[in-house]
């Protein structure tokens, strides 16, 4: 047992390496995916591949990686050695889906492994049947891309030429993926260089103390958090909508179990796996859990592995929520992922209902795009676009933002234009797309672009253009996302929430996200509130006379 002291600054030290990781990743990226969304993960593991720091990065990578640790190390036991680094994308093993490519390096010291340095980042074409791997019709897993096992692509600090080799032959832009995959193999050093200089002032002994410590110390605090709420079981649904080629919707089902300091969460009547890229892989739903757990508890708890000891789960392998492979997956780590935790806030608000908001935009609105520029380079690009989050009990939603399972930044306009053959007409927040309620849902964002090169495969792949993200104790529901693409001609057609088409220059695409629920009666909400919106452009002068009640 070591001295509270020594234990903080060690937890600090620790997150802070973690965060230089993702600093590191970022400015060293080549793709604007990564340098400019910073659509990646940093965290650092304990020699028990437990995680015990990471950063502020995006939850539905964060939440799977410590099932990337534990299974992508299985079959290396006792064959990795100083400067190896292992690589893999196998969405039944990594946990999220194919483009994301997780690199786990460990951290020697004397001879024995201390720690382990990890990260996660999605790339922006891994291969497959359309340019950025996101393939909305895709029914297994191998039709999405290159599926890699976990193999050793780094060896002693030599990068493994033969395996660069295979991976470029089965990307689209092999000098951008190689490029960002130099990127990941720099964080992990990174994170390996901080944990060692730990050792050198602490020694190796107090570094492992120092980890339990930090963890129990989480696990307590959660239990503390866990044992106020009340006791019961609580149930959440709530719907994927227009699966491809099946023409229905399809249900997620939680049931959620409190019983003194512990939870379960029980997957029991969700549907069956499909034919479909929504299914979500494991780690896909337990992040989707622990994210909700850890933002509707205390945020000075510490995120590591002890806050999620006190949880127990029942997924039924080959429903969708833990499908059999090779279920295809592509959109599970972003679309259904974002449903799952509806569903859980949805339990969770009928037993903490002063904890939860209304549901937000419900969806990461995937764009994936590629083709050949008029000086005849390949190109690919993938982007989320931000939209409502919910109401919460004692505020409004925030307008235009990257809700729940993502955390990324929305792609500055500026950026794809000098790199990409992008012509922006508009880029603003949608009027009356936040749900009403006294306090509003967020709003979301209109994005408008043409295309100047002379032909490109577009991907969508989104959510929330048929059921509306729901309001909480009388709030209305928020507006409907939509995606309509316009033709050189005029000619307007609006696209199915989950297609590929084909663009060719000039058109133009139209990208409406949804608004975030509403929480509370509109009627409530204060009028200097109300007028404000008003004036900011966020509500119309008629919505805020007919569903606020304004009076002039």
């Known amino acids: 047992m070591i001295d509270y002291t020594t234990v903080e600054v060690i937890k600090g030290a620790l997150i802070y390496a973690a965060e230089e990781m993702g600093i590191s990743l970022k400015k060293s990226a080549y793709s604007p995916n990564i340098k400019e969304r910073m659509d990646h993960s940093c965290a650092l593991f304990s020699h028990n591949r437990e995680l015990i720091a990471q950063a502020e990065h995006i939850p539905v990578h964060l939440g799977s990686l410590a099932l990337a640790i534990k299974l992508g190390l299985e079959e290396y036991e006792g064959e990795l050695n100083q400067g190896d680094m292992l690589l893999l994308n196998d969405p039944y093993i990594s946990g999220t889906h194919l483009p994301d490519l997780t690199l786990i390096a460990p951290v020697f010291h004397d001879g024995k492994i201390i720690g382990y340095a990890a990260n996660k980042a999605h790339h922006t074409d891994i291969g497959g049947k359309t340019p950025g791997s996101l393939a909305p019709d895709s029914t297994e897993l191998y039709q999405e891309g290159l599926v890699i096992p976990p193999v050793k692509f780094v060896r002693g600090g030599v990068v493994d030429k033969e395996l660069?080799?295979?991976?470029?032959?089965?990307?689209?832009?092999?000098?951008?993926?190689?490029?960002?995959?130099?990127?990941?193999?720099a964080a992990n050093y990174t994170g390996i260089r901080r944990v060692l200089e730990l050792v050198d002032q602490y020694g190796v002994e107090t570094l492992h103390s120092a980890m339990s410590q930090i963890m129990d110390y989480s696990e307590r605090r959660m239990r503390q958090e866990i044992s106020a709420m009340p006791d019961g079981v609580y149930e959440g649904f709530d719907y994927l909508e227009d699966i491809p080629r099946m023409g229905m919707d399809v249900e997620i089902k939680v049931s959620v179990t409190k019983k003194g300091d512990s939870l379960t969460f029980d997957y029991v009547g969700t549907s069956p796996q499909v034919e479909s890229p929504v299914n979500a892989p494991l780690g896909v739903t337990v992040a989707g859990i622990y994210y909700t757990l850890i933002s509707t508890t205390d945020p000075t708890i510490p995120v590591n592995d002890g806050c999620f000891r006190p949880i127990t789960l029942n997924v039924p392998l080959g429903c969708m929520m833990n499908p059999n492979r090779p279920a295809p997956v592509a959109g599970g780590n972003v679309e259904t992922s974002q449903r799952n935790v509806d569903v859980i806030m949805r339990a969770l608000s009928k037993m903490i209902p002063d904890k939860v908001p209304a549901a937000s935009q419900g969806t990461m609105n995937n764009i994936t795009i590629g083709g050949i520029l008029d000086n005849g380079e390949p190109w690919t690009f993938?982007?989320?676009?931000?939209?409502?989050?919910?109401?919460?009990?004692?505020?409004?939603?925030?307008?235009?933002?990257?809700?729940?399972?993502?955390?990324?930044?929305?792609?500055?306009?500026?950026?794809?234009?000098?790199?990409?053959?992008?012509?922006?007409?508009?880029?603003?927040?949608?009027?009356?797309?936040?749900?009403?309620?006294?306090?509003?849902?967020?709003?979301?964002?209109?994005?408008?672009?043409?295309?100047?090169?002379?032909?490109?495969?577009?991907?969508?792949?989104?959510?929330?253009?048929?059921?509306?993200?729901?309001?909480?104790?009388?709030?209305?529901?928020?507006?409907?996302?939509?995606?309509i693409l316009v033709k050189k001609d005029g000619t307007e057609t609006k696209l199915p929430s989950k297609v590929t088409v084909e663009l060719y220059r000039d058109d133009t695409l139209i990208i409406r996200t949804p608004g975030g629920g509403g929480y509370g009666d509109p009627r409530d909400r204060a009028p200097e509130k109300v007028r404000e919106d008003v004036m900011n452009g966020l509500v119309s002068l008629e919505s805020a006379r007919d569903i606020y009640g304004l009076k002039d």
């Open 382 to 483: 993938y982007e989320t676009i931000g939209g409502g989050n919910g109401g919460r009990p004692v505020s409004d939603g925030v307008d235009g933002i990257h809700i729940n399972m993502t955390n990324t930044m929305n792609t500055p306009i500026e950026t794809l234009e000098a790199y990409l053959p992008f012509r922006f007409k508009a880029y603003r927040l949608r009027p009356d797309s936040g749900g009403p309620g006294e306090f509003r849902g967020g709003c979301g964002i209109e994005r408008v672009w043409t295309l100047t090169s002379e032909k490109a495969t577009l991907s969508i792949m989104a959510e929330r253009n048929k059921i509306k993200p729901w309001g909480l104790k009388g709030g209305h529901g928020g507006t409907l996302g939509e995606f």
């Open 164 to 185: 660069s080799k295979l991976i470029r032959s089965n990307v689209r832009t092999p000098d951008v993926q190689m490029g960002d995959l130099r990127a990941q193999i």
